[in-house]
């Protein structure tokens, strides 16, 4: 009969568990200070453990999640870069101006295939062993 060595296996769990609690609280507490926004991916790969162990962790969550909206959020385009309200409403209507030709290409194919199909089938039908190999 085998000796029970399951407690040992439980001390190495404790242990992996710890070992990677101290690192998350670790890399938390480095990316809390570094000048970037910190996501749970970022974190998750910075600290070298998977976002669904992170999900299991309510604590780091929250303080993920609290380290957002301290965070000054920067514009992606300056103001003076964005677009105007003219602008877009041009870009808008060449959009649909372009649908509009898309689909007129669209029907115009479609048409083109029915009657290219309708023309084989008619050829077909009056020398079915033509295009045969």
Same mark, same amino acid.
């Given at each position: 009969?085998?000796?029970?060595?399951?407690?040992?296996?439980?001390?190495?769990?404790?242990?992996?568990?710890?070992?990677?609690?101290?690192?998350?609280?670790?890399?938390l507490r480095h990316l809390a200070t570094a000048e970037q926004t910190i996501t749970v991916s970022v974190f998750a790969q910075r600290a070298g453990v998977s976002r669904s162990w992170l999900y299991t962790q309510a604590d780091l969550l929250a303080q993920i999640r609290a380290e957002r909206p301290r965070r000054a959020t920067v514009p992606a385009v300056p103001a003076r870069q964005a677009a105007s309200d003219g602008s877009l409403r041009q870009r808008l209507q060449l959009a649909h101006q372009r649908i509009g030709e898309l689909e007129?290409?669209? $029907?115009?194919? =479609? @048409? *083109?295939?029915?009657?290219?199909?309708?023309? $084989?089938?008619? =050829? @077909? *039908?009056?020398?079915?062993?033509?295009?045969?190999?």
């Open positions: 009969m085998r000796a029970d060595n399951s407690r040992h296996l439980a001390k190495a769990a404790r242990s992996r568990a710890e070992q990677t609690r101290r690192r998350a609280v670790s890399t007129a290409d669209n $029907q115009q194919l =479609r @048409h *083109a295939l029915a009657q290219a199909l309708g023309d $084989q089938r008619a =050829r @077909h *039908a009056r020398d079915p062993l033509e295009n045969r190999p």
